[in-house]
């Protein structure tokens, strides 16, 4: 895998050529290189770190500090990736000022683009964000952030609701976003959305035909016992390190750890 950084032009050329983009989060400097190393086209230090890593309910606890240490840690983590950090629930709501100060936080420490949650209501910050010379990905369809005026997570764009999901993902592209999220969307509507979009759209929970794919890596990792119905799991890496911690504690209290073969000095 060549290690020449993945930039936003080659990601739209990805959608061109039909080559499909894959995106994992990434909340530290030690998974950011293991998944980089793997070939993995964008990390993404998603706000899901809240309760993914850092053991809050939901998105919408963490702040900007987690959110720039991570980021530097992704950064310097990676060689290849494209790295996408979240600016987490209040950090651009309140004015396009504050969006724009804390996406250049995020920058600095390291992020080649910022992404945040909202369509059509987000236009104007996408927009000056941009304008400020900051990448921005979108996010529509279930929004974590918006999980109390959503009524917690749930598929949307379902029958007539299918119009606002589009009219969303139409809104952030002409707002200059270089690539949008859709989560939890019926598939035949984001595949709609696929086709019309000139941006590529990186799907969780929206079926196969968006231009990329992003998972949770501690879901698809099995980290915890339960995933999302959309989750595949790719590998028992929880149970490995469970086993791993229990052969260890084993071999101390069995005194079989150290031995002559692990010493310093042999
Ligand atoms: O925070 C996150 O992990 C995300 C993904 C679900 C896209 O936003």
Redesign the pocket.
């Known amino acids: 895998m060549a290690t020449k950084r993945v930039r936003a032009h080659h990601l739209a050329k990805m959608k061109q050529a039909g080559q499909p983009i894959t ?1 994992l ?1 990434s909340y530290d400097a030690l998974t950011a290189r293991i998944f980089d190393e793997a070939g993995t086209d964008m990390l ?1 230090i ?4 809240a309760n ?1 890593t850092l053991g809050y309910d939901s ?1 919408i606890s963490i702040g900007m500090p987690e959110m720039t240490v991570a980021t530097g840690a992704v950064a310097r983590g990676a060689k290849r990736a494209f790295i996408v950090a ?1 600016l987490p629930f209040g950090s651009y709501e309140s004015s396009t000022a504050e969006a724009i100060s804390n996406a250049v936080k995020l920058i600095k420490a390291g992020a080649n683009a910022v ?1 945040l ?1 909202g369509g059509i209501r987000m236009a104007s910050t996408i927009r000056a964000i941009v304008d400020a010379g900051i990448n921005v990905v979108a ?1 529509v369809g279930y929004t ?1 952030q918006s999980e109390n005026a959503l009524g917690g997570p749930r598929v949307q764009g379902r029958g007539s609701a299918s119009d606002v999901v589009k009219e969303d993902a139409r809104a952030v592209q002409e707002a200059g976003a270089i690539a949008v ?1 859709l ?1 939890m969307v019926p598939a035949p509507v984001a595949k709609e959305i696929t086709d019309e979009l000139v941006i590529p759209t ?1 799907g ?1 929970g929206a079926g196969e035909d968006t231009d990329g794919q ?3 890596w501690t879901d698809m990792a099995a980290m915890t016992d339960w995933q999302p119905s959309f989750v595949k799991v790719f590998g028992q890496v929880g149970k490995a390190l469970k086993d791993a911690a229990t052969a260890y504690n084993e071999a101390v209290r069995s005194r079989s750890f150290p031995d002559s073969d692990h010493r310093f000095d042999k």
């Open positions: 995106m989060t993404l998603g706000d899901s770190h993914a998105t979240d992404k949650e996010h974590p999220v989560e990186i969780i992003v998972l949770v």
